[in-house]
DNA sequence: CGTCCTACGTTTAGGGCTAAACATACAGGA
DNA sequence: TCCTGTATGTTTAGCCCTAAACGTAGGACG
């Protein structure tokens, strides 16, 4: 049902021969994948009461061990969004009581720091997401998933160069 | 600056031993490449007054050659967007002229077709893109860049099965 | 025929994100 | 001391998407 990535390339072929298909079968996959990944983790999560960005902020602050504070320039650097969307992320989680701000020391940094409800919901949601992604990712060998791994790493490492330096 | 994938699922380890962090290293760089791809994407494309979601309408159309013309469901199904998101972004192209709805033959289908300035609009920023993303996944060698192909074709047919039997 | 019922496209409500406009705190120089 | 520039957090306007509610058009079947 679905056209693959190799079909696309090949339909630009023969509709405008010419056109520079080198990237399709790399960034289509890529894109498509991460879709799946992020539907299938905001269904799993829905069941558990909380959204994806919610728990991108949760768990970072979980992940970074006590006292589960962080600054928001910090954190949006970690979750790779604009300051402007972890403004909104925390005011949400703040208002259901899963962290509180908190007036930081330097200049006037804002401390975010995760309360004990929000460490309740992070430690319920984790394993399950991760649970699962671990089960849809199962049918890779070690070998593929050893060989995966590092030419993503690969990958990420030359593209995020040539974004951030443009 | 920016947290690793493994320093992630070292995180987890550290601070709640026991984690399923298996599936981290391949699932995070697959969402972080997606949203690089995509931003950059949404850059390139702003200059050339389009934005991805009409790109990604009007693209396929193009690709599927003459008539430049597809059924709702068929265009639901290659974008792997809902019948709404479709909806919504027909209406969209159609206000700025860039295709028409037409009633189509069996039941009650709806067709879609591109304009000759949504035509022109596909051919001068199609390129544009592909290109800058040729450019971002230079610095693949040929051995790797197959590797990455096949090894991201296996993932994505598990990864389908399981989601779509859920 | 008339009545379900199913398939299908559209509309609506709500959420998330970005970019840009704002507001403000602090630092350093004149 | 005052002023200006810069860094920082928040707010707003505008997109786009999903899920669900809607409104129908055609069949299937009694």
Redesign the pocket.
């Known amino acids: 049902m679905t056209i693959s990535p190799r079909q696309i390339a090949r339909a630009w072929e023969r509709e405008r021969p010419g056109t520079p298909t080198g990237s399709i079968e790399i960034v289509t996959p890529i894109l498509r994948l991460a879709?799946l990944f992020a539907?299938d983790r905001?269904?799993v999560l829905?069941r558990a009461g909380i959204?994806?960005?919610?728990l991108?902020l949760l768990s970072t602050l979980r992940r970074s061990g006590p006292p589960y504070r962080l600054?928001?320039?910090e954190l949006?650097a970690r979750?790779?969004?604009?300051?402007?969307?972890?403004?909104?992320?925390?005011?949400?989680a703040e208002e259901r009581g899963l962290v509180v701000?908190t007036p930081?020391d330097?200049?006037?940094?804002?401390e975010v720091s995760l309360t004990a409800e929000g460490h309740t919901l992070v430690e319920s949601s984790v394993d399950q997401v991760l649970g699962r992604e671990a089960a849809l990712v199962a049918d890779l060998r070690p070998a593929e998933r050893e060989a995966l791994v590092t030419l993503l790493d690969t990958l990420t490492q030359g593209v995020r160069r040539r974004v951030t330096s443009s």
């Open positions: 879709k539907d905001a269904r829905r959204d994806s960005a919610t991108d600054g928001t320039r949006a979750t790779l969004v604009t300051a402007g969307a972890i403004s909104q992320r925390v005011a949400r701000r930081g330097g200049r006037r940094a804002v």
